[in-house]
Structure formats: structure tokens, C-alpha cells
């Protein structure tokens, strides 16, 4: 996760560079239900509709992500490719999840190093000495 959430980073600095900023407006947001192969179980997931102009021209694309602070009518910033207007991202969003990745592979690597320290005193019965009445 640590190191799936630093190249995640390294890629959203890298598309940040590449990638200029402008304000869209959320037109829509659909609400789908997908089906897991050989499964009765639905996924729901969200498609964003939004619409943005570049130079003047318009463009209306979805996102290929939600949060759920959007609402239809708000106003968000999006990165778009310079090249290929039509080519859109929230890089902000992106940062996000990386640090989120981040702090959760750090949170478990301290959490096993604990839980391995008292399996290590537990398995040299230190453990079950100090705890007797």
C-alpha cells in the first residue's frame, strides 16, 4: 500500500505538470448497479456527467470517479490534457487516495510490528509469567 501510494503521488505530480487546471459544472450523476460474474451480488457505482470549456469550445465528458460531497450543480476543479481538452482528471482527488493508501500501510505496518512484539513475548512465556496471580 506505502509503496503503491508514493508512485500514485509520483504520477499525480508528474500529470499535474503535464495537466492544466479550469472549473467544471457536475450535470449529473447516475446511479448504476453492476453484477459480479457468476453472482448475485450488485455493485453500485456512480457516473459524473460533467461540462467544461477550453478556448472557448465546450466539452461534457464523465469522470471515472465519485465522492460523495459532489452534487449535481456544483462547481469542481478538474485537470484537463492541454493536447486533448477531452481528457479530464481530478488530480486532487487522486492525491487523495494515495495518502489515504499511505497512512493506512502505515497504520499496518504498526499495528504487525506490535502484534508481532507480543507474540515474540508471549512465545517466550514471559508473557504468561507476569500476568499469573
Known amino acids: 500500500m506505502i509503496v503503491g501510494g508514493c508512485f500514485g503521488l509520483l504520477y499525480a505530480d508528474r500529470l499535474s505538470k503535464k495537466y492544466e487546471s479550469t472549473t467544471a459544472?457536475?450535470?449529473d450523476?447516475?446511479?448504476k448497479y453492476k453484477y459480479a460474474q457468476n453472482s448475485k451480488r450488485k455493485t453500485k457505482f456512480y457516473r459524473v456527467w460533467i461540462?467544461?470549456?477550453?478556448?472557448?469550445i465546450p466539452y461534457k465528458t464523465s469522470l471515472g470517479h465519485y465522492q460523495s460531497s459532489w452534487e449535481t450543480g456544483n462547481s469542481i476543479k478538474i485537470d484537463y490534457d492541454p493536447q486533448?481538452?477531452?481528457k479530464v482528471t481530478t488530480i486532487g482527488g487522486n492525491r487523495l487516495i494515495c495518502k489515504l493508501l499511505?497512512?493506512?500501510g502505515l497504520v499496518t505496518l504498526v499495528l504487525l510490528y506490535g502484534f508481532t512484539k507480543l507474540i515474540n513475548k508471549m512465545y517466550k512465556g514471559n508473557f504468561w509469567k507476569q500476568a499469573s496471580y
Not at 51 to 56: A, H, I, L, T
Open 51 to 56: 461540462s467544461y470549456q477550453v478556448d472557448g
Open 84 to 86: 486533448d481538452p477531452a
Open 102 to 104: 499511505i497512512g493506512i
Open 29 to 31: 450523476i447516475q446511479i
Open 25 to 27: 459544472r457536475i450535470e
